[in-house]
């Protein structure tokens, strides 16, 4: 068993010249672009110089959570946010779930108190959520497109179910889109889930509750009549029910 009372950095395969080169910088710097801030977590987008990046490419783009922890007793012995979203997302990458490439995770600790943690993905390039395709959001007009998403999505979280792992924040906003093709030859889209710190395998009495939940998480911000989130959910069972 693993104990959480040191200090530690897990790095993925060819991003350590990456990882280095984010050390040294100002998490505050101005070329950071910020996506999200909370009184203990803030995210924001950073680019890597090509000399840096793995395999040399240009426009490389980490997106980068801080934690900074301030609950002493919380985190004794156990895994801060970071390490959990790790975790989170080897689950779900083992069920067969697309996800954001995760380059970097970690925690700094003095003795068994946790101070911060960090975890680091890939910026999925031009991706947008889920919130686009819901009311007020930029595509809410996109009958189509909105349909596909969530379609996509629903099968991919019984894929999940079906192994035994649970989400635990399937909001619309945890799940990315990116678009192929063109308005010519109709625009199709590729699913991609991030933001997985609390997907895990569960243990198989807790199972129907927890899956219940994934699924009104997801349902219940969409518009629409009652009849189309009943197609929506028949949908989701059609797949629970499959094999492999």
């Known amino acids: 068993m693993e104990l959480y009372c040191r200090s530690v950095d897990r790095i993925s395969p060819g991003f350590e010249g990456a990882f280095k080169f984010l050390q040294e910088q100002d998490f505050e710097r101005d070329a950071a672009e910020l996506l999200w801030q909370t009184r203990h977590k803030k995210v924001v987008r950073m680019e890597i110089p090509s000399d840096c990046a793995p395999g040399g490419q240009e426009g490389f783009q980490v997106v980068w959570k801080y934690y900074g922890e301030k609950r002493f007793f919380r985190y004794l012995f156990r895994p801060s946010q970071a390490l959990r979203e790790w975790k989170g997302f080897e689950t779900a990458a083992k069920c067969g779930i697309p996800v954001a490439k995760v380059l970097a995770a970690g925690e700094v600790r003095q003795g068994v108190k946790l101070i911060s943690s960090y975890f680091m993905t890939e910026m999925v390039k031009g991706s947008g959520d889920g919130d686009d395709f819901?009311?007020?959001?930029?595509?809410?007009?996109?009958?189509?497109?909105?349909?596909?998403?969530?379609?996509?999505?629903?099968?991919?979280?019984?894929?999940?179910?079906?192994?035994?792992?649970?989400?635990?924040?399937?909001?619309?906003?945890?799940?990315?889109?990116?678009?192929?093709?063109?308005?010519?030859?109709?625009?199709?889209?590729?699913?991609?889930?991030?933001?997985?710190?609390?997907?895990?395998?569960?243990?198989?009495?807790k199972r129907e509750k927890l899956q219940k939940k994934d699924l009104d998480y997801f349902l219940s911000p969409w518009g629409g009549s009652s009849a189309r989130r009943e197609e929506l959910y028949k949908i989701y069972l059609e797949e629970l029910k499959k094999n492999g």
């Open 134 to 205: 819901l009311p007020g959001g930029a595509r809410e007009s996109d009958e189509a497109l909105a349909r596909e998403f969530a379609e996509k999505n629903l099968k991919l979280l019984a894929k999940l179910h079906r192994s035994g792992a649970v989400h635990g924040g399937f909001t619309p906003r945890n799940e990315l889109y990116v678009l192929t093709g063109d308005d010519t030859d109709g625009q199709r889209l590729n699913v991609v889930w991030i933001d997985l710190a609390t997907c895990k395998k569960v243990p198989f009495f």
